[in-house]
């Protein structure tokens, strides 16, 4: 079974930036497409970035376009979320989750999820 366990978050101000990872272990990541989510308090989980195996094809949110930029290094398992101009809203438990149906920026399932990481910009 697949363990993600993400890292790299934390308090950043407005402005600034963070670069989170997600390493994977039990599994090897190639197979998989991947994905960023995040969650903020008393909302729901919402879309943030999803890549297909190679890394090739990257699909974001409007709300993070040309602002987040995500990549993957397989020889390593991980992925990562570059996340640059950060905004208050941003605010958030960030998770990875390995995608299962991936074809063309949609998907209909979850192989597995990470424990999250949480991110907080300041004003």
């Known amino acids: 079974q697949m363990q993600l366990v993400e890292s790299g978050g934390g308090l950043v101000q407005a402005g600034g930036s963070l670069r989170l990872s997600c390493t994977a272990s039990g599994r090897t990541l190639s197979t998989y497409a991947m994905g960023w989510f995040r969650q903020a308090p008393g909302k729901e989980r919402e879309f943030v970035a999803a890549?297909?195996?190679?890394?090739?094809?990257?699909y974001f949110d409007d709300s993070v376009k040309g602002r987040f930029a995500a990549s993957r290094d397989n020889a390593k398992n991980t992925v990562y979320l570059q996340m640059n101009s950060l905004k208050p809203e941003d605010t958030a438990v960030y998770y990875c989750?390995?995608?299962?149906?991936?074809?063309?920026?949609?998907?209909?399932?979850?192989?597995?999820w990470g424990q999250g990481t949480q991110v907080t910009v300041s004003s």
């Open positions: 989750a390995a995608l299962k149906g991936f074809v063309d920026g949609t998907w209909n399932g979850y192989e597995s």
């Open positions: 890549l297909n195996w190679s890394g090739t094809s990257v």
